[in-house]
T-cell receptor
Framework: AQSVTQLGSHVSVSEGALVLLRCNYS??????LFWYVQYPNQGLQLLLK??????LVKGINGFEAEFKKSETSFHLTKPSAHMSDAAEYFC????????????FGIGTKLQVIP | NAGVTQTPKFQVLKTGQSMTLQCAQD?????MSWYRQDPGMGLRLIHY???????DQGEVPNGYNVSRSTTEDFPLRLLSAAPSQTSVYFC?????????????FGQGTRLTVV
């Protein structure tokens, strides 16, 4: 069984401030972890993914996430928010080996205040 | 490079009507899935397929049917539409090979059942 918890369904930050979106996971097998971004009226697109190679993962648009096994966390960060970062962000987990379903969190809407 | 194509983008149905949401991908991906997205609930898996001729249920399959006669196409059928099926539907595909392969999403179908 696997699950993802995203803390905070809405997060507001000022332009230029640090972005921190929290994700904790539960998985009975070594997990693969993903962050996706959804802009209004669009599908989801991949920001970054963790597949056990490196614990600090860099993605597109200046985002990065760190896998912390001891804390079962995979928080998404960006040093300086831009207006174009306003979107909904989804954390997702899947297991390793063979076909594994992908389980998504409920999403966090990021508002960037000018 | 089309990726995952969903049609239609918008649809209004009356209660009891049936319809098929179309999904096609041109990346030769083995895995395809249908999700529904509802506010505060993230993405929930309806049905998925690991290859042509093979489908299985996700967490919310009731009221929906799928088939996979070709690698490219994975239509979702609503048998008798109900207001509870008002949602945004996303089709996604993933490659089988490689570890932790990410999902590619279509643009979504916004369905309203009145």
């Amino acid at each position: 069984a696997q699950s993802v918890t995203q803390l905070g369904s809405h997060v507001s930050v000022s332009e230029g401030a640090l972005v921190l979106l929290r994700c904790n996971y539960s998985s009975s097998v070594p997990p693969y972890l993903f962050w996706y971004v959804q802009y209004p009226n669009q599908g989801l697109q991949l920001l970054l993914k963790y597949t056990s190679a490196a614990t600090l993962v860099k993605g597109i648009n200046g985002f990065e996430a760190e896998f912390k096994k001891s804390e079962t966390s995979f928080h998404l960060t960006k040093p300086s928010a831009h207006m174009s970062d306003a979107a909904e962000y989804f954390c997702a987990v899947s297991g390793s080996g063979g076909y594994q379903k992908v389980t998504f969190g409920i999403g966090t809407k990021l508002q960037v205040i000018p | 490079n089309a990726g995952v194509t969903q049609t239609p983008k918008f649809q209004v149905l009356k209660t009891g009507q049936s319809m098929t949401l179309q999904c096609a991908q041109d990346m030769n991906h083995e895995y395809m899935s249908w999700y529904r997205q509802d506010p505060g609930m993230g993405l929930r898996l309806i049905h998925y397929s690991v290859g042509a001729g093979i489908t299985d249920q996700g967490e919310v399959p009731n009221g929906y049917n799928v088939s996979r006669s070709t690698t490219e196409d994975f239509p979702l059928r609503l048998l008798s539409a109900a207001p509870s099926q008002t949602s945004v539907y996303f089709c996604a595909s993933r490659a089988k090979t490689g570890w932790g392969t990410e999902a590619f999403f279509g643009q979504g179908t916004r369905l309203t059942v009145v």
